[in-house]
C-alpha cells in the first residue's frame, strides 16, 4: 500500500465575482453594442454622399489627438498600480496626467469639430456622411467625457485624502471604464480615418 500523502483538496475554493466588476463588464458590453451599430450606420452611409463634401475633402487625422488619448490607458493602469501599493503621490501624479491627456483629447476633437463646421460648413445635416459622423465620434466623445468626469472626481477626492490603498478595486473598476473608451477609439479611428478617408472598400 502506498504511503505518499494526499491532500484533502487541491482546488482553491471558487470565490464570487466582484459585482462591480460585472456590472462594469455588463455595461461594456451594453455599450458595445450601441457602437457597433453607429460603426455598421457610418461604414453604410460614407459611400452614398448625396450632398457636401466627402471624407476626403473635410476629414483632418487627429494624430496628436489619438496618442494623446490612448496613452492615458498607460497613465491609467500605472496609476492604480501605485494605488495598489499605497504610492499616493504617484498615484495622484499619474492620475493627473491621465486627466490632462483626456481633456487634450476633448478639446481637439472640439477645435476640430468648429473648423468644419464654422469654416467649411459640414454640419449633422449637410448629408448622410455628416449625419454619421457627428452621431459616431460624438458618441465616442460623450464617453469620454462621462469619464473625464469620473476621473476628476476620484482626482479631487484623492487630493483631499479620502483614497486610500483599500479603495484600489473600486478605482480600478473605473479604470476598465477607461480602458474601454480608449479601444472603441481604436475602432472609431480605424472606422473613420482609415477606412473611409482612403476610400477602402468594405
Known amino acids: 500500500m502506498s504511503s505518499i500523502p494526499v491532500s484533502a483538496s487541491t482546488e482553491q475554493e471558487w470565490v464570487l465575482p466582484s459585482s462591480g466588476k460585472v456590472s462594469m463588464l455588463c455595461l461594456i458590453a451594453a455599450e458595445s453594442v450601441i457602437f457597433a451599430i453607429f460603426v455598421v450606420a457610418y461604414l453604410y452611409y460614407i459611400g452614398k454622399p448625396t450632398s457636401g463634401p466627402t ?23 500605472w496609476a492604480t498600480r501605485a494605488l495598489r501599493h499605497d504610492r499616493i503621490k504617484m498615484f495622484l501624479l499619474l492620475w493627473g496626467i491621465t486627466l490632462a491627456l483626456g481633456l487634450k483629447f476633448v478639446e481637439g476633437t472640439a477645435t476640430n469639430w468648429y473648423w468644419m ?12 456622411f455628416g449625419t454619421t459622423f457627428y452621431s459616431l465620434v460624438g458618441l465616442h466623445v460623450s464617453h469620454v467625457i462621462i469619464g473625464l468626469t469620473g ?12 483614497i486610500k490603498p483599500k479603495h484600489f478595486e473600486s478605482v480600478d473598476i473605473f479604470s476598465y471604464y477607461w480602458h474601454f473608451v480608449d479601444a472603441v477609439w481604436v475602432v472609431v479611428f480605424t472606422v473613420v480615418y482609415v477606412i473611409s478617408l482612403h476610400g477602402i472598400q468594405v
Open 151 to 162: 476621473l476628476s472626481l476620484i482626482f479631487v477626492l484623492g487630493l483631499a485624502g479620502k
Open 55 to 77: 471624407p476626403a475633402e473635410i476629414l483632418k487625422v487627429p494624430i496628436i489627438d489619438t496618442i494623446c488619448l490612448l496613452s492615458s490607458s498607460l497613465t491609467m493602469h
Open 117 to 128: 463646421i464654422h469654416d467649411r460648413h459640414f454640419t449633422i445635416s449637410t448629408s448622410l
